[in-house]
């Protein structure tokens, strides 16, 4: 069986040598990267061959990539690296890397063009300058081959491993059965559909009811096309910790079923909660996990893959037995695992390592998205950026002589958008350019600082130059999916002349920038209890028009829920006042009816802590626990174990917030819900300013901005009340709006609301 594998994967596994090294030193971004690229390759004659896509093999080893140029007349291939600052205070095993990378696509030259001999060059182009140094070897075709032979062998008898065990691992799935026997209701339906979307290479959206197990009607199909060879690795995406632990869950429900599954899964935790020193840099000279990282790395990784189920304490453990970062030992296992289970923002982000090595190695991925309603406003959250001006007036002032002049310009052209508001919020269809340049000049000025200083700069500095950066980024691929506004702050008092504000890169739609990485998927799954309507998620998450959808008619009986709709209240902000003795009276009365475990629902934290209030205040004898802001892992663990302990009570939690979805609690453990709001979004600048924006491309701003989002938060917290076939409860929707004909056809059909 052939192991393929690109060339930068083998030359990082066989020739990355020394420290850790996380320091920030300057570097080009994408987009200067590739212009550096464009530049170089323009300069070149007409007969230059750029992007030049290879590959050999040696043994059952294919390695395949694309170089960035060759030059016939010269007879030189060319490796192009773009660099910012002094090119010899790169690190030296970077440049060993470097070699290695363009070595390898040498020989792999000279066996596809018959080459007798080749001069190989690294072509390091500075990005502020312009300037090119060529670093040249010439070889002849034996020499390269067996440079190419030793690198080869250094990852031959991995790669042995490695297809051994994805043939013992398709096999085994091949004869996977699922694990419960019988499908529940709809699980099967969804289980055909995704296991089509993953043969087929097509993208799947799935609206399938909480509680019919949608986690294992994913995974278990998305493996059997591994079996079959459609699939080479599944990610499976989550919004939350919850998800995650979910999804593990599952897999080890699979390999609990009798079958001598070899199947890896990593679980992916972020950075804060894996760093074993976080009062530490991420680089040798700092942190003892950093020193020799590369060289113990071997180890820790054989180790780390002796175990199946790679979850946050397993890799931890590996890596300390080794004395490497468990973070980055965890970065390094994802390209030897078969599932990986992390946050959205491992694939979908600006600068997801997923998504990279998706695209390095032409994996063959099924992306499970679990809840995927989440990405529509973490998909903004990750493509919008702002800047502060009070944080950089005060870089202006401790900021070092050099960058002074290049503070004082964005300053100056920033203050000219302040000067020409007229109101505190506007939106703009564009960035202007004077104000982009000023913050592109700033970069340079630090980037070439930081290039002669490396840690000259303190941390308060490097924030502000980091959000710079951000907003510069976004400002280079602005367009209509997205707004830029200006937020002026309330003057301080004594300093009424002078005004401040708040610039932001506001994306509104982020399928402009979704929509390349599930192109680079081989197939992509969406799935959700409340995916409708099914036009908007298309709209907003920018899915192929190919997109499959499915509505999967879940095992509930309308008569496991009794609703009751409380329409003589209005939970409208003008009308909350009115609304707390209505509200509070009526779960009194709820809980007196029929004692036992409640969540309730309101749309903010002040509207919430008045309600426990006013209960406490006329009905002290009705045990009530509130969700509170900003509550750790353990303070909401500590919440949910008052639902399955023998007490009674009602819990009182924010619409949208840690409780309302991903929660659990069968049977006894929670017999009722009450939702005081129809969960619209707050009517403000910035959302009538999205409204506006969506409503001008697709017609239908009211309600894309407000009623779609707020009703998929109601359905979702209402379903933590039926978990499974036999779940019986009630279900209070509290608001008049509730009698609408526009909101009540966005609520599950299998609802009987009166």
Known sequence: MSYVVAVRTLCEFTAKRGDLDLRFTPSPTSLEGIEGHAVVTARRDARYEAEV?????????????????????????????????????????????????????????????????????????????????????????????????????????????????????????????????????????????????????????????????????????????????????????????????????????????GHDLPLRTLELVARDKACEHPDKSCHGESCPLARGFYDRLPAAREHALSSRRLDRDTVKQAALAHDVCPYYLAQELTRWCDIVVGDYNYYYDSSALL?????????????????????????????????????????????????????????????????????????????????????????GAVTDHLADAPLSLDDALLRVFFDAMHFVSLCEQFGEHSVFDIQLHAPRAGDQDRRLSTLCVRNVVPAHFLAARHAAAHATVMFSGTFAPERFYRDMLGLPDDTAALDVQGPFRAQQLTIRVAAHVSTRFKDRERSLIPIVDLMASQYAELPGNYLGFLSSFDYLRRVADLMQARHPHVP??????????????????????????????????????????????????????????????????????????????????????GLQKIVQAAGRVIRTETDVGVLHLIDDRYRRAEVRRLLPAWWAVP
């Open 53 to 257: 896509t290879l590959a050999g093999t040696y043994g059952e080893l294919t390695v395949r990539g694309r170089a960035d140029g060759y030059d016939p007349a010269l007879n030189r291939l060319e490796e192009i690296k773009t660099y910012r600052g002094q090119l010899e205070s790169m690190p030296e095993n970077h440049r060993a890397l470097h070699w290695a990378q363009a070595l390898v696509y040498g020989h792999l030259l000279c066996q596809t063009r018959g080459l007798e001999r080749l001069t190989v060059a690294l072509v390091y182009f500075d990005i502020g300058s312009r300037k090119e140094t060529v670093l040249t070897q010439t070889h002849d075709a034996a020499a390269l081959r067996s440079l190419f032979e030793a690198q080869c062998e250094r990852f031959l008898s991995w790669a042995t491993r490695e297809s051994a065990h994805r043939a013992a691992r398709d096999a085994a799935l091949g004869h996977l059965q699922f694990p419960h026997g019988a499908f529940r209701s709809g699980q099967r339906e969804l289980a055909v559909a995704v296991f089509r979307a993953a043969r087929d290479g097509r993208a799947l959206m799935a609206q399938a009811p909480t509680g019919i197990g949608k986690t294992l009607a994913t995974l278990f199909p998305a493996l059997k096309a591994c079996a079959q060879g459609h699939v080479d690795r599944v990610f499976f995406l989550t919004a939350k910790t919850p998800g995650r632990a979910l999804a593990l869950d599952a897999i080890d429900t699979l390999h609990a079923g």
């Open 355 to 443: 998504y990279a090595l998706t695209r390095i190695n032409q994996w063959r991925v099924a992306v499970l998205v679990d809840e995927a309603h989440n990405m529509l406003e973490r998909g903004r959250k990750m493509y919008s950026a702002e800047i502060e001006q009070p944080a950089f007036k005060a870089a202006g002032k401790i900021a070092p002589a050099v960058l002074k002049k290049a503070l004082q310009r964005l300053q100056r052209e920033w203050n000219v958008l302040n000067r020409a508001q007229t109101n505190r919020y506007q939106a703009y269809g564009e960035v202007p350019a004077r104000l982009v340049g000023a913050a592109q000049n700033l970069i």
């Open 624 to 709: 009530v626990w509130t969700q509170a802001p900003g509550m750790g892992e353990a303070e909401r663990d500590a919440f949910l174990a008052r639902f399955r302990a023998a007490d009674r009570g009602i819990g009182l939690a924010v619409l949208g917030g840690a409780f309302s979805e991903g929660v659990d609690l069968v049977g006894k453990q929670l017999i009722g819900a009450f939702v005081a709001t129809l969960g619209l979004p707050q009517v403000n600048d910035v959302n009538e300013e999205m409204r506006r924006k969506m409503d001008a491309k697709f017609g239908s701003g009211y309600d894309y901005a407000y009623l779609y989002p």
